[in-house]
Each structure stands twice: as C-alpha cells, then as structure tokens.
C-alpha cells in the first residue's frame, strides 16, 4: 500500500511540476500565434492525468465518490455564499483540511473540480485551467505536508502553511495567467509588475485562508480521520 501511494505521489510530481510546464514554456517559444490555449489545455492534461491513474486503478467506494462529491459541493458553495467579498473565499482552506485527512492526491481532484465547478457561477474562461491546477497543487502540497502526520492537527503550523500555499502556489498559478493575456513582449519589467500588481490581492487571500484554518482544521480533520481508519476510505489496495 505505501509502495503504491509512494509511487503515485512521485508520477504526480513528475507530471506536475516537470512536464507540464516544459510543454508550456516549449508551446510558448515554438507557436508563432503566441496563443494561450495551447498551454492551458497542456496544464490540464498534463497536471490530470497522475490523479485520473489513481482512481483508475483502485476499486473505487461509493462512499468516496460521495465524499469527493460533498467536498466539492461544499467548496462551490463556500466560493458563491463570499462572492460579495473579493479574494475572501473559504475554498482554499477546506482543500487543504481535504487533503490533510485524505491524502494529496483526493487534495488535487476536490480543489482543481471545485474552481471548474464553481466555474459555471462565476464565469469560464482561460484562467479556469490556471484557477484548477492552482487550487489543486494547493490541495496536493498539503497532502504531501500533513496527511497521516501526527502534527496535521496542529492549528498554528497547518494554518502558516495553508495560507503561505494558497499566497504562493495558487496565487503565483493564476497571475502566470493574467501575465499571458496582457502581457505581449515577455520582458522581466513588464512580468514582475502584473505578479506586483497581484500581491494585494494574493496576501489578502492567504491571510484570510489561514485565519480559518486555524479554527476549522482541527475538528474538520479529527473527524475525516476517523470516517477514514474506519470505513477504510481512500485507502491504496
């Protein structure tokens, strides 16, 4: 089972953090159109496909598909209910409580989803693919950081590092897209001011993402764990 679970971390890795943004970074350099269609569809098929292998290739519990599904229905939910307030949002801390209890991988599937179903409400658009990988790796690295860790309950350290992800990871995810579609000669000055222009925004969202992790994860993840260890949910066979 750990074998297993350790091998699939390491093909997410790969496909995640290595081909994929090799395949954009190549379509970038090599399309005269200079579109950014081609990257977002390499970003999603590239960053999908570890996470459709680990569902794949397991025995998949309704139990499961209906947790991944109330997850989901609740980040959509928590994103509509705050959408009067800009960048206030509690998606990002209940992925994070998502893949502290269930693992990185159930961590990218329930944030990448929620953004693209949620996504339906607000509007899609070419930041969808970018706001999907964003709060998936958010989902990811935390799984990797706490999941079945005897510190994943810890409310100062796991709210720090959830807030720090969502601030770094989704943040810097989703302003490389606003940066393809206004910027049109890629010098670092024209790069570094819209990254410069995000980060109000950026700290805004990780400041409040910790804030409420540091009261919901404890009692969140307390009781996954248990529905976890004792229905044997997301367990690699």
């Not at 693209?116 to 950081?145: A, C, Y």
């Not at 109000?200 to 990780?206: D, E, S, V, W, Y």
Request: charged content about 10%; overall charge positive.
């Amino acid at each position: 089972m750990q074998k297993k679970s350790a091998k699939l971390t390491v093909v997410s890795i790969l496909f995640i953090l290595i081909l994929a943004p090799t395949a954009v970074v190549l379509s970038l350099k090599f399309s005269e159109s200079q579109s950014y269609y081609i990257p977002a569809v390499l970003i999603i098929v590239f960053s999908m496909i570890p996470f459709f292998v680990f569902f794949e290739n397991r025995k998949i519990k309704t139990s499961e598909i209906v947790l991944t599904a109330m997850m989901v229905v609740l980040c959509v939910a928590s994103r509509a209910v705050m959408a009067f307030i800009p960048q206030v949002k509690p998606t990002c801390a209940l992925v994070v409580v998502t893949a502290v209890a269930f693992g990185p991988n159930v961590g990218f599937v329930v944030g990448s989803l929620s953004m693209f179903v949620s996504n339906f409400l607000f509007g899609q658009g070419m930041f969808t693919p970018f706001q999907m990988l964003g709060m998936g790796l958010v989902g990811f690295f935390s799984g990797l950081i706490f999941w079945r860790k005897s510190y994943n309950t810890n409310r100062i350290l796991v709210s720090s590092v959830g807030g720090i992800l969502c601030f770094i990871v989704y943040g810097f995810i989703v302003d490389s897209c606003s940066v393809l579609m206004m910027v049109t000669q890629y010098t670092p000055k024209a790069i570094l001011s819209v990254y410069t222009s995000g980060l109000p925004f950026n700290i805004i969202h990780g400041i409040t993402t910790g804030l409420l992790l540091f009261f919901i994860n404890k009692p969140m993840t307390d009781k996954f764990t248990r529905l976890r260890i004792k229905y044997g949910i997301f367990e690699l066979e």
